[in-house]
């Protein structure tokens, strides 16, 4: 099958495919002789595989890992453990950034209680505030305890 029909077999898009190439998760396909790439059963199979990993938000040198050991079935699965072992870590590290986040931006979203005005909105103001010197957009301590500030209802008209 042509790059188009793998495409559409495997729901990824050509270029996705392409890049997959590049980055040797995808073996390169022979070429017919019009130079088309050509596709058979075992690349669709390896595409998919390929793409259930991204859909676990696998990197592609941990997919790499695990198809280097899916090639090599006589090896042992305990790299095959430990990889997911360490992604299940990450996985959990990001969930505790998250929540960390979700505070944060529940914090600011106290910063107003009411109809607003740009000028006077409270989180416009705590976002103003942010520590800069963090790689995090965290609010700074006077603004994430400050209590809630209504915002001043626009006149009508806008002013």
């Keep these: 099958m042509k790059i188009g029909e793998l495409a559409q077999a495997a729901n990824t898009p050509v270029e996705t495919i392409r890049y997959y190439e590049r980055e040797g998760l995808l073996p390169p396909p022979p070429r017919s002789e019009g130079n088309y790439r050509q596709y058979g059963p075992a690349h669709l199979a390896r595409l998919a595989f390929v793409r259930h990993c991204r859909q676990l938000d696998?990197?592609?040198?941990?997919?790499?890992?695990?198809?280097?050991?899916?090639?090599a079935p006589q090896a042992a699965c305990g790299e095959v453990n430990a990889l997911l072992d360490a992604h299940i870590g990450h996985v959990a590290q990001r969930l505790r950034e998250l929540r960390q986040l979700q505070q944060q931006l529940k914090a600011l979203r106290q910063q107003?209680?009411?109809?607003?005005?740009?000028?006077?909105?409270?989180?416009?103001?705590?976002?103003?505030?942010?520590?800069?010197?963090?790689?995090?957009?965290?609010?700074?301590?006077s603004a994430a305890h400050a209590p809630p500030r209504p915002c001043r209802a626009t006149a009508p008209g806008g002013r």
Excluded at 58 to 71: F, T
Excluded at 119 to 138: F, M, Y
């Design 58 to 71: 696998m990197s592609l040198d941990e997919i790499r890992v695990l198809l280097r050991l899916k090639d």
């Design 112 to 141: 107003c209680a009411g109809p607003n005005d740009a000028a006077h909105c409270g989180i416009l103001n705590g976002l103003a505030q942010a520590d800069a010197q963090s790689g995090l957009s965290r609010l700074s301590p």
